[in-house]
């Protein structure tokens, strides 16, 4: 069965960036100008996942709104002939069919989820956190949707991470396979301390899952920190004996910003605006001129 459907978890509190995010959901804080989930939108649209669930929480109308059609914005845009900023308010509400189903609870990314089983029903499905963006250039998620359709089961994303930072992720042991960049996934850990890491292969926000994971997650107990882990079920379907079970990880090297970091989220938009041909070459420019200068100078 083909993989069309993506599910977003987008309940978090975004605790990390207050106070921007007291009555801003962490999701639409801007990278450039565009907020960061519409990034994670159009990766799941380019894909072929043309169905998209939000899982959301409180104070998350702002993200709702923003996949919607805004009339009064659009009529003030075409009064004015600005038909480029036109086209750009249009598109986000044109990207996908959008659901949203509300985590009443913060119990966790396994819970989230879990929520979207009605939704999915039984088939195969992508999940794509929110805080990871992928460069368009190296997309990841048809090379995971593609292995699902040959070899079944899940497939995770993996990277490389020094050691040091692998108790941030979730950790996987592996085995390889007959497929380069492909590999087969035997265990899976969640934030392991470095000396008790069973690799430096990190799990990263992109899965295409199987539905038996639905029915693991809702017999799996809470786990670390008291929330119910999806790796702690990914775990149990490591086993290809179990229904629905046997994953696979596909090894990611390209481009990946994490925007739940405050550096790193800060350095995603210095990277993709030097990038942008209207906003490249002059910001360029001011930072050649900001540190050769020691931070002192540099034109605005």
């Not at 009555?23 to 990278?31: C, G, I, N, S």
């Not at 040959?150 to 085995?175: D, F, H, K, N, T």
């Not at 997650?217 to 290809?240: H, N, S, V």
Request: aromatic fraction near 4%; charged fraction near 25%; glycine fraction near 12%.
């Amino acid at each position: 069965m083909g993989v069309d459907k993506a599910v977003i978890p987008a309940a978090g509190l975004g605790t990390r960036f207050l106070p921007a995010t007291k009555a801003t959901p962490k999701e639409m804080l801007p990278v450039v100008d565009t907020p960061a989930i519409q990034y994670v939108v159009e990766e799941a649209v380019a894909a072929g996942l043309d169905d998209v669930l939000f899982v959301t929480g409180r104070n998350k109308g702002a993200l709702e709104d923003h996949f919607d059609r805004n009339l009064e914005l659009e009529e003030v845009l075409v009064d004015k002939g600005d038909d480029a900023r036109l086209r750009l308010v249009q598109r986000s509400a044109d990207l996908a069919r959008i659901h949203y189903v509300r985590q009443g609870q913060p119990l966790g990314l396994g819970h989230a989820v879990l929520m979207a089983r009605q939704h999915v029903g039984d088939e195969p499905f992508a999940v794509l956190l929110g805080d990871d963006l992928i460069d368009p250039r190296n997309a990841i998620l048809p090379r995971m949707i593609d292995v699902r359709e040959r070899r079944g089961g899940s497939v995770l994303c993996l990277m490389e991470v020094p050691r040091e930072q692998i108790s941030l992720y979730g950790c996987a042991a592996v085995e390889p396979t007959d497929e380069p960049g492909v590999v087969r996934v035997i265990d899976l850990v969640e934030k392991p301390s470095p000396d008790d890491a069973p690799s430096t292969l990190a799990v990263i926000g992109r899965y295409v899952l199987d539905p038996a994971v639905f029915g693991i997650l809702a017999d799996t107990p809470p786990g670390r920190g008291g929330e119910i882990q999806l790796t702690d079920a990914l775990q149990r379907l490591c086993d290809p004996g179990v229904p629905g079970g046997g994953v696979h990880g596909v090894l990611f090297d390209g481009r990946r910003y994490d925007t739940g970091d405050r550096l790193s989220y800060l350095q995603a938009v210095i990277r993709l605006a030097l990038e942008r041909e209207d906003l490249g070459p002059a910001l360029r420019a001011w930072l050649v001129s900001y540190l050769g200068s020691g931070g002192d100078g540099g034109a605005p």
